[in-house]
């Protein structure tokens, strides 16, 4: 009597995960991409735009874009991550996986962990820069983190799985991705927030017991400043992009500032990566269909 296939294989979920770690550890214009990245945004765009920008809500504008350099680095090693799919069909990898008898949803949920622990890993290259502009972490605070990378890593590595799932080129999926990629981050909220004020004078030069009691009443800044808000229909495209909730979560954890419901931000961080690889193994299904 034959025996009925397993709907999940862990050794399958471990056997692809490990090989994505491989190939990262054998990449080393990764950790390039994302070192330059950081330095480009976090310290250049930072301190540039923080000579015109004194404070936001009494953050330096490098601390303020801290959480967002982080995103930016796993937005791009998530779905950096999913591009293999195109180049296992190209070689025939991806046809022995499909044919053999693997339960597809260990073989997305391989995927997707391989590629959330990269992005994860990218994500943490900002945090060796954090001394350098006023951001301290506590153990606690960094576990949190990680949660919260680790959940934008599994929501953006399933959206590059679905994105390679119909694609055969690398032409096709590099400009797909670009194109995913750039509005997910600057409708983010990432380099500009949804409304506050930018330019406080004083507050930063507050002592720093000061500045906290202040902080823990809710006050974040003193002194002149201009009072910004995006416009509506831009607050609609931010409402509605996932990873706007993801990093003000990453935010809220880091920074204790946040600007969109704590609910929400907790909602969209535990159910939305659940949802997104239900898709991503459905998408590797139609694959094998096919």
């Known amino acids: 009597m034959a025996k009925r296939p397993r709907a999940f294989d862990p050794w399958v979920v471990l056997a692809l995960w490990r090989r994505e770690m491989l190939r990262y ?17 976090l310290l250049i765009l930072g301190f540039g735009l923080g000579a015109s920008f004194r404070d936001i809500e009494g953050y330096t504008y490098a601390q303020y874009i801290f959480p967002g350099v982080v995103t930016l680095n796993i937005l791009f090693a998530s779905l950096q991550s999913a591009i293999t799919l195109v180049w296992d069909r190209e070689v025939g990898l991806l046809r022995e ?4 008898p693997a339960p597809m949803l260990s ?5 997707l962990l391989g590629g959330a622990t990269v992005a994860v890993i990218q994500g943490l290259i900002p945090f060796l820069f954090a001394p350098l ?14 949660g919260v990378m680790f959940s934008m890593g599994v929501l953006m590595s399933a959206l590059g799985v679905v994105i390679a799932s119909r694609l055969s080129t690398f032409e096709g999926f590099g400009s797909i991705s670009n194109g995913v990629i750039q509005p997910l981050y ?29 902080e823990r009443l809710g ?3 003193i002194g002149g400043g201009w009072v910004v808000q995006l416009p509506a229909w831009l607050q609609v495209l931010v409402y509605l992009n996932p990873v706007s909730y993801q990093l003000d979560l990453l935010r809220y954890v880091t920074l204790g500032y946040q600007q969109l419901p704590l609910v929400a931000d907790l909602l969209v961080v535990s ?4 949802l997104a690889a ?3 193994a459905l998408a590797i299904a139609r694959m094998r269909r096919r």
Not at 195 to 214: H, T, Y
């Open 271 to 274: 159910v939305l990566p659940l």
């Open 219 to 221: 006050i974040h800044t």
């Open 97 to 100: 996986v499909l044919v053999s």
């Open 107 to 111: 073989v997305a949920l391989g995927k």
């Open 25 to 41: 550890l054998r990449d080393r214009s990764q950790p390039f991409g994302g070192l330059s990245r950081t330095v480009l945004w």
């Open 186 to 214: 600057f409708l983010s909220g990432s380099i500009f927030p949804l409304k506050g004020i930018i330019g406080g004078v004083g507050f930063l030069d507050l002592p720093e017991n000061l500045r906290a009691e202040l």
């Open 278 to 280: 239900v898709f991503a």
């Open 133 to 146: 502009i006023g951001v301290s972490l506590t153990l606690f605070q960094l576990l949190l983190a990680l």
